[in-house]
């Protein structure tokens, strides 16, 4: 977890001492990290350890960590609902009326529980009347849009911003490079560092996966079939259609840009960064050839999934592909 960790701290030694709450408010901006603090604090209680954050490793630290303890539930949004459910609520009560199965408390983590509506009615009669093992955790950006009598019954943990350099840290830890860069544009909140380099490993993916095309362009068939040979050869069906599937996505996109540059008109490219290469693929091959490997390419997307035979698939890509030994990337 990055920052919070005195409050975690604080919440441990009280839970050592017993001193459990029935019914916590994680509040603070989103991004900040309410929903981690809340598994941590799970972990803190269902941990044999009394250590803050739970100790990481044992069964029922892991189960919380990938969302499968029986203990601790998620009630959050449906799908596309604008609402937690008023019947969400209900079963949620059900439960938290049933003893532990494997832990000391049921836990609940209600986010955002400024999305209940009618459920706070519901959510009302379990806070007066909490069973004994039951904790519940309601996290919100607007504690203001909580009822009075829900808000009153809260204690409340307000998650302050993270310094800067405390977030820069963590990141660098994970490997993420230019980890300062995100931290500063996070402004605190280590939620929106995390998508910030994700979304720029994403980036990274991409420019690989773009360089791949132009490569295999620039190469005879010797190493495209080793190539083919190599991507049908993960075992794992479905890791092997995705690395298929983010390839040929990208790769239509370059090749729709190649086709309509080698017809003339190129106003408005779906790739701008690859301008160049676009443009010299389209001055090296036919607009008919392209136009061909760019349909062959929406094909085999489609039948991908249908379990078509991966390693056919690629082969016939491989040899269908335009040769362009002058568009190899830099
Ligand atoms: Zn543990």
């Known amino acids: 977890m990055i920052g919070h960790r005195r409050l975690l701290d604080r919440l441990a030694a009280r839970a050592a001492r017993d001193e459990v709450a029935h019914a916590y408010g994680i509040f603070g901006p989103r991004g900040i990290g309410k929903r981690t603090v809340a598994l941590r604090l799970a972990q803190t209680l269902e941990c044999g350890t009394h ?43 059900e439960d938290l009326a049933l003893r532990p199965l494997e832990g000391r408390w049921r836990v609940v983590i209600l986010d955002d529980a400024s999305e209940l509506d009618q459920g706070q009615d519901a959510l009302l009669k ?40 405390e ?25 929106v560092a995390l998508a910030l380099a994700s979304g ?62 080698a017809r003339g008109d190129l106003a408005r490219p779906l790739r701008p960064t690859r301008r160049a290469e676009t443009d010299r693929l389209a001055s090296s091959v036919s607009a008919s050839d392209l136009l061909g490997a760019t349909l062959l ?18 082969e016939l890509f491989a040899l269908r592909l335009p040769y362009a030994p002058g568009v190899r990337p830099a």
């Not at 630290?61 to 539930?73: A, F, L, Q, S, T």
Request: glycine letters at 6%; one cysteine or more; proline letters at 5%.
């Open 51 to 93: 250590e803050a954050g739970g100790c990481g490793t044992c069964l029922s630290c892991r189960k919380i960590e990938r969302g499968v303890h029986p203990d601790v539930r998620l009630v959050t949004r449906a799908g596309d609902r604008k609402l937690i459910g008023i019947e969400q609520i209900r079963e949620m009560r």
């Open 126 to 165: 379990t806070l007066e009347e909490p069973p004994s093992h039951a904790v519940l955790l309601l996290l919100t950006t607007t504690p203001a849009a909580l009822h009075e009598t829900i808000l009153s019954r809260l204690q409340p943990l307000t998650l302050r911003l993270v310094p800067p350099a």
């Open 167 to 191: 977030i820069e840290e963590a990141l660098a830890a994970r490997g993420i490079r230019e980890a300062g860069r995100f931290a500063a544009a996070s402004a605190g909140r280590p939620g």
């Open 200 to 261: 720029d490993a994403l980036r990274a993916e991409r420019e690989r996966v773009e360089a791949e095309l132009y490569r295999l362009v620039a190469s005879g068939l010797t190493d495209r079939f080793a190539w083919a040979a190599d991507l049908a050869d993960e075992s794992d069906p479905r890791r092997r259609a995705e690395a298929i599937d983010v390839r040929l996505m990208h790769w239509s996109e370059l090749l729709r840009d190649a086709t309509v540059a």
């Open 297 to 314: 390419v929406e094909r085999l997307r489609r039948d991908l999934a249908f379990n078509a035979n991966a390693r056919a698939m690629l």
